[in-house]
Structure formats: C-alpha cells, structure tokens
C-alpha cells in the first residue's frame, strides 16, 4: 500500500549468517586475498592491524580491538607454525591459487584476522 517506509537494514546476526560468513569457500576466498593484502601492504603486525582495519571499517581500531585481534594472530600463527598442511589447505581454499611468495603459515594466520575482521557487524551491516 506504500502507506510505510522502512530507512533502516533490520538487524540479522543469526547464527546461520556468520556461518556461513565464516565456512563458505567464495567468503574464505576473499579473507585469504584480503590476507594477502594485508601482509604485501605493511612490514609489521600492529601497522597491518590498522591497516586492515581502516580498509575494512575505514576507522582506527579501539586499544582492545587490538589487542583481541593480536591475540587471535599470535593464536594462529602457533596453530599453523604446528600444523602447516592446515595452513596450505585453508588458504588453498576457493577458484584462485595461493600466492607461492608467501609463506604458508603467516598468510593462514592472516587469513583467518581477515575472516574475523570481515564478520563483524559493523562491517556486515553498514551504518
């Protein structure tokens, strides 16, 4: 009856969406590209955080944003340092071939920050 109008997104956070955000091959793709964005564009891991940030939520993160995203890159810098064939297959993962000047270990690792940093809500969403 075009009586209402909606201005506003409703707020979905399901569990499904960040599942799927997360596990599909074309988003796990992109967070493997955004990885190696993220390691080509800075020489150390805290102007690489802010990097990314700014790239994704074109704001600076907050000093715990930070360090919970520091922590998850140290995490799985040592899961993948103990396993690499996790590391080669997740960033093995989608259309496009890994990049062989990368080590395998380091890109998984950023791969996955990338993941974490494109599943937000604030990034999802979009205010």
Known sequence: SREECTAERPRSNIPQQALVLLNDP????AARAFGERIVRENKDDT???EWAFREVLTRKPRAKETTIL????ET????????E???KTLISTGASPPPTDLKP????????????????YETTARF
Not at 70 to 73: E, S
Not at 114 to 119: D, K, M, P, S, V
């Open 26 to 29: 074309v988003f796990v793709e």
């Open 47 to 49: 102007a690489r955080l």
């Open 70 to 73: 520091a922590k998850l890159l």
């Open 76 to 83: 799985q810098k040592a899961r993948y340092q103990k396993d």
């Open 85 to 87: 064939v996790a590391a």
């Open 105 to 120: 270990v380091e890109l998984a690792a950023w791969t996955t920050v990338g993941r974490a940093i494109l599943n937000l």
